[in-house]
């Protein structure tokens, strides 16, 4: 470990049990944070937690509905008390429940939405308060390459870009308190998630990403670890004029 651009930071991360958010934590840890390891699976978390911890970093776990308001309110600000402050929110949380529009369920569209754009909606509301008040923070919205519209995902693909336009206005309306609001919209990343996908579409994880890579420029699929990276640069000091934005990291993707 070695003090990096996140000394004397805090950060939350949710969703942070695996994938992006557990990547993304690991990365903000080593650069000196202190991280709120968040997610739905409260034992998940604490283990991410301990790892990083057992390298040398600073990491508490949380379990957190992020689709309940006031559990969000009461987390956040738990992370207050026992940091002191919060510098960067990282929110990554997020599901998919895939299907045509035809055969969509409606309770599929709602899980969607909720889990992947409303959480958004109360994690930033709890945390701009502390924020606003310290006239600093940093946050980063996880949105998908999925936001320019994927068969098969219009719960998600919806939600994506509702990402994008919730990150463009925070932007504007927290500017003022020194409060940047930026958003990362991946590609095909090699995650849990992409292969429970792979899965569903009878598919195995491996042929999947090849298929992935195969359309992609740079030919192959990215790793968790190459979203940290952005991640952690939109929510640091090097990113300081940056705001409103999202960035596509998808291997060169049209």
């Known amino acids: 470990m070695h003090v990096g ?22 990365r903000l840890a080593a650069e000196g944070a202190s991280v709120a390891v968040v997610d739905l699976d409260a034992q998940r978390a604490q283990e991410t937690a301990d790892e990083i911890t057992a390298a040398g ?37 997020g599901i998919t429940r895939d299907n045509l529009l035809f055969k969509m369920p409606a309770a599929e569209w ?34 998908s390459r999925s936001a320019l519209g994927n068969r ?19 932007a504007i309306e927290l500017g003022p308190f020194n409060i940047n609001v930026n958003a990362v919209a991946p590609g095909y990343i090699a995650t849990a998630m992409t292969a429970a996908t792979a899965e569903r579409m009878g598919a195995s994880p ?10 992609t420029p ?16 939109l929510a ?7 705001s409103g934005q999202t960035l596509y990291v998808n291997g060169g993707a049209r």
Not at 114 to 133: D, K, P
Not at 236 to 242: E, L, N, P, T
Request: glycine share 8%.
């Open 110 to 143: 709602d899980a969607v939405i909720t889990t992947n754009l409303t959480s958004m909606f109360h994690c930033c509301q709890a945390a701009q308060r502390h924020m606003v008040a310290a006239r600093y923070g940093k946050i980063v919205n996880l949105s």
């Open 206 to 215: 491996a042929d999947h990403q090849k298929y992935a890579a195969e359309q």
């Open 218 to 233: 740079l030919r192959r699929v990215g790793q968790p670890e190459e979203i940290a990276s952005v991640v952690a640069f």
């Open 152 to 170: 098969g995902q219009v719960n998600y693909a919806a939600a994506k870009a509702g990402v994008q336009g919730l990150t463009a206005t925070l």
């Open 236 to 242: 640091s000091d090097d990113a300081s004029y940056v």
């Open 5 to 26: 651009r996140f000394a004397d930071r805090v950060a939350v991360v949710t969703g942070a049990a695996q994938g992006i958010g557990s990547a993304t934590a690991r």
């Open 57 to 93: 970093g600073r990491a508490s776990g949380f379990g957190c509905d992020v689709t309940d308001g006031a559990a969000v309110s009461a987390t956040i600000d738990q992370v207050v008390e026992a940091y002191g402050k919060l510098d960067v929110l990282v929110n990554n949380a």
